[in-house]
Each structure stands twice: as structure tokens, then as C-alpha cells.
């Protein structure tokens, strides 16, 4: 394994493990406007994962790389869409339960 490579991995390694502590200690109420950001951010790295898989087409490792970067990115754009609008429906006013009217002289 060549020395740049090894050193990729490593940064690759650290920058997981720091942003796994980082999302962890989030308190709940800047998930939402944390979790947009990291939609945008990885928007950003979907298209540029399909411009570098669309570049290197000669070489096989490239395109097995950037499809598996794609498939990883799509997903986490999709993903973080859904838990955005389930926890964006969390914070709206629920409309109160209507009763029935009560009919008077009725039975109850």
C-alpha cells in the first residue's frame, strides 16, 4: 500500500470517529438545523462523486469507489430528508380531538 493511501485511510478513520463524537453530544433541538447542514454537504460530495466516477471511467477501482460514494450519498440525502420532516412534524401544534356534540335531551 502506497504511503499517500495510508495516510487518506487515516484521515478517512479520524474524520469518522471525531464527527461520531460530534453528532453524539448534539442536544435535540439543533438536530434539525444540524442534520439540513449535513443534507447539503452530502449533496455536495453525491454530485461530486458522480463527476468523478463519470471522469475515471477507464479505471475500474474509480468506478467502484464512486459507486459505492454515490449509493453512500444518495442514501444519506435520503435518509436525512425523512428524519428531518418526522422531527420538523414533531414540533407542530397538534389540532385538538374534536368530541362529539352532544344532543340535547339525548341519551348519553
Same mark, same amino acid.
Given at each position: 500500500?502506497?504511503?499517500?493511501?495510508?495516510? =487518506?485511510?487515516?484521515?478517512?478513520?479520524?474524520?469518522? &470517529?471525531?464527527?461520531?463524537?460530534?453528532?453524539?453530544?448534539?442536544?435535540?433541538?439543533?438536530?434539525?438545523?444540524?442534520?439540513?447542514?449535513?443534507?447539503?454537504?452530502?449533496?455536495?460530495?453525491?454530485?461530486?462523486?458522480?463527476?468523478?466516477?463519470?471522469?475515471? =471511467?477507464?479505471?475500474?477501482?474509480?468506478?467502484?469507489?464512486?459507486?459505492?460514494?454515490?449509493?453512500?450519498? &444518495?442514501?444519506?440525502?435520503?435518509?436525512?430528508?425523512?428524519?428531518?420532516?418526522?422531527?420538523?412534524?414533531?414540533?407542530?401544534?397538534?389540532?385538538?380531538?374534536?368530541?362529539?356534540?352532544?344532543?340535547?335531551?339525548?341519551?348519553?
Amino acid at each position: 500500500m502506497s504511503n499517500s493511501l495510508t495516510i =487518506y485511510l487515516f484521515i478517512f478513520m479520524l474524520a469518522t &470517529f471525531i464527527g461520531l463524537e460530534v453528532i453524539k453530544r448534539v442536544s435535540p433541538l439543533l438536530h434539525t438545523p444540524l442534520m439540513s447542514l449535513t443534507n447539503a454537504i452530502s449533496a455536495i460530495s453525491l454530485v461530486g462523486s458522480i463527476e468523478l466516477t463519470g471522469t475515471h =471511467y477507464h479505471d475500474h477501482l474509480a468506478v467502484t469507489l464512486g459507486t459505492i460514494a454515490i449509493t453512500a450519498s &444518495f442514501a444519506n440525502v435520503v435518509g436525512g430528508f425523512v428524519i428531518t420532516d418526522r422531527m420538523l412534524k414533531m414540533f407542530k401544534k397538534r389540532e385538538p380531538a374534536k368530541t362529539p356534540a352532544k344532543v340535547p335531551g339525548g341519551a348519553a
